[in-house]
């Protein structure tokens, strides 16, 4: 729909967004940008950047919001070029910061023309934005990738005038306010470079736009390789008509003035959300609406960013609220951040209908096995989960369970259910953490502003709602050790995390989906379905064995590995006295290990625990 954004515009916002950059301080940059080439995953950009005779210093996006790391992919930035009065500059990168750089401008001129091309990634690559973002069908472009700003400014100061050639034929959708838009040229109103970076513009041959709430409005733009993956059954839409209206009623008011769920489904881009106040950027596989196993799978991923909308662009931890894109964020404050927003995003998959109350248990007794099975918790705490993300955002999958990762989300879904409970308790039922999102995120509402937080302000909140000594609650679950998994919000809610000799069906699709083997939670293994030992879980059997991630299981009994084999041989061993005997290969070598494990399969799942009223059932409900 190219009109899409026109359509929606409220007098409102056409006045509120025109106050925003009359009244910015700084230089009013222009950009236009040429995506005709991005089949052939190449962008090319014009900037013209008013400037004054000396070194001028110019920054490429380094620290991007949501993504929470310097991934701005400086190192895909090519036919950089700078010229006055149609003659060359001389520029230099700063030897310090790569993402600096620095540009002569002779006496008499102040404006500098500066051509560059962003290189998208030609092979499939992992990651945030900068991973794989164009096909032969589509582009998702984020902003950040395709232009430069001075130094000297905060970000909301610097005004982008934008323009935007898409490929012929093809349709768009963005939150940027668009100015007029001739055939497949785009005009974008001018507006300060952080709503600029915050709004991504969605391209695609093939994108559907289905209209999900009024007031204020919301839309689902959808975009693929193919036009059937866009036709799921209708009633899959109205799930993510039951989205929205299940958050506005959570938070009792919303930050945007229309929001725009940025979808795309492609085999060949990156996979992940990307938060924004006014949309969101993500993408899962071709297929992701029309097959109803990847839908499940996928289910929480549009909640959890729609949830960003109110707690990380709205409230935002005050060390991730920097004023541009070249000051280090602090991240200490994640567990809220993205914690919260886990455990909220997934609640909302039930009450939306997403997912059923089974579905959502299924999930969630994954997250808590797989936590209960982090031998990394016993040096690694939760806050410093959050104090490396940074770093562990790309660590490597091999060694993960004890060298931990971005753990907060998942140890923070648990955690957030064990304060929703507390509240639960401590009101007698008359208060819920619905009530602390009220408080926290909602009112007044309207157009998209930042109020920043601190641990102080979370604790403040929480005692607002239910007397408590929440600060002493969260210093302990900041610095626990464990071992295990923090379980007490799960039994509180009135579950409890048990394992079973037959896997749930969520557990088998994700296994399927992930093409892994999941026996964490049996002899300790985590590997792919070609037998490629991904992780082993230091102390338990095969590790204490000798097997470490990397190796390669050939052989299980004697007979060729397959995902099968492996299953049945551990269930075939519960109460035996032989030992699973595993061939594996080692750098070239083949070794057999000896697993003296015989408790049969282990598979999680959560129960009903009887002494206990099911909250959990009441934290599920539509509202
Ligand atoms: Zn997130």
Not at 115 to 142: H, I, N, W
Not at 268 to 289: I, K, M, P, Q
């Amino acid at each position: 729909m190219a009109f899409s954004r026109t359509r929606i515009l409220s007098a409102l916002s056409l006045i509120l967004i025109f106050v925003s950059y009359a009244w910015a301080a700084g230089p009013n940059i222009s950009l236009a940008v040429d995506a005709t080439e991005a089949p052939r995953k190449i962008l090319h950009a014009r900037l013209r950047i008013p400037a004054t005779p000396g070194t001028v210093t110019l920054y490429y996006p380094k620290w991007l919001p949501g993504e929470h790391s310097p991934t701005g992919p400086i190192v895909d930035l090519a036919g950089l070029k700078f010229s006055a009065s149609g003659k060359p500059l001389k520029w230099r990168r700063d030897l310090l910061d790569g993402w600096t750089i620095n540009v002569e401008v002779p006496t008499g001129e102040n404006e500098v023309l500066a051509d560059l091309d962003y290189l998208e990634p030609a092979t499939l690559e992992e990651g945030f934005s900068s991973g794989s973002s164009a096909t032969d069908k589509l582009l998702v472009l984020s902003w950040n990738q395709v232009l430069l700003y001075p130094k000297g400014w905060k970000a909301e100061d610097i005004t982008f005038s934008a323009a935007l050639k898409i490929p012929d034929g093809w349709k768009y959708a963005t939150s940027l306010p668009l100015s007029n838009a001739n055939g497949n040229d785009l005009h974008f109103r001018p507006e300060p470079l952080n709503v600029l970076i915050d709004s991504p513009v969605l391209t695609s041959q093939y994108l559907k736009v289905v209209p999900l709430a009024e007031h204020p409005p919301a839309e689902l733009d959808v975009a693929s390789d193919s036009a059937t993956a866009l036709e799921p059954p209708a009633e899959v839409w109205d799930l993510y008509k039951n989205l929205v209206t299940q958050a506005g009623a959570l938070f009792g008011a919303q930050h945007y003035l229309h929001y725009h769920f940025l979808y795309t489904l492609s085999d060949h881009v990156a996979h992940f959300g990307l938060e924004h106040h006014e949309s969101n950027d993500s993408r899962t596989s071709e297929r992701g609406l029309i097959d109803e196993t990847e839908r499940k799978l996928d289910a929480s991923l549009l909640p959890h960013e729609f949830t960003h909308s109110w707690n990380g662009k709205y409230r935002r931890p005050v060390g991730l609220a920097t004023p541009d894109y070249q000051q280090p964020m602090q991240t200490d404050l994640l567990w809220v951040y993205e914690g919260l927003t886990e455990y909220i995003g997934s609640i909302l998959t039930a009450r939306s209908g997403l997912w059923t109350p089974d579905q959502y248990r299924e999930y969630l007794a994954i997250v808590a096995a797989d936590l209960d099975h982090l031998p990394g918790r016993t040096w690694r705490n939760l806050q410093d989960t959050a104090d490396a993300a940074p770093q562990l955002y790309f660590a490597p999958k091999p060694w993960y369970s004890w060298r931990r990762s971005t753990d907060f989300y998942d140890e923070d879904t648990l955690n957030w259910m064990w304060v929703d409970a507390i509240i639960r308790q401590q009101t007698k039922g008359k208060k819920s953490l619905d009530d602390f999102c009220k408080l926290f995120h909602g009112a007044p509402g309207g157009a998209p502003t930042v109020k920043t937080y601190t641990f102080d302000d979370v604790v403040n909140a929480l005692n607002q709602i239910a007397a408590y000594d929440w600060r002493a609650f969260w210093t302990e679950r900041l610095i626990d050790h464990g071992p295990g998994a923090p379980l007490t919000g799960i039994e509180e809610t009135g579950w409890k995390l048990v394992y079973t000799d037959t896997a749930t069906d969520y557990f088998r699709s994700d296994e399927r989906d992930d093409a892994q083997i999941r026996e964490m939670y049996t002899i300790g293994l985590r590997l792919r379905d070609d037998g490629g030992i991904i992780d082993t879980i230091e102390g338990m059997v095969a590790a204490k064995a000798g097997i470490g991630p990397g190796m390669r299981v050939i052989a299980v009994n004697g007979r060729r590995f397959s995902a099968e084999v492996l299953h049945d041989a551990i269930k075939a061993a519960k109460g035996a006295t032989d030992p699973i005997e595993l061939l594996v290969e080692n750098t070239g070598y083949y070794k057999t290990f000896k697993l003296d494990y015989h408790e049969g399969g282990k598979y999680p799942r959560l129960v009903r625990e009887e002494s206990k009223p099911d909250l959990m059932s009441d934290i599920l409900k539509a509202k």
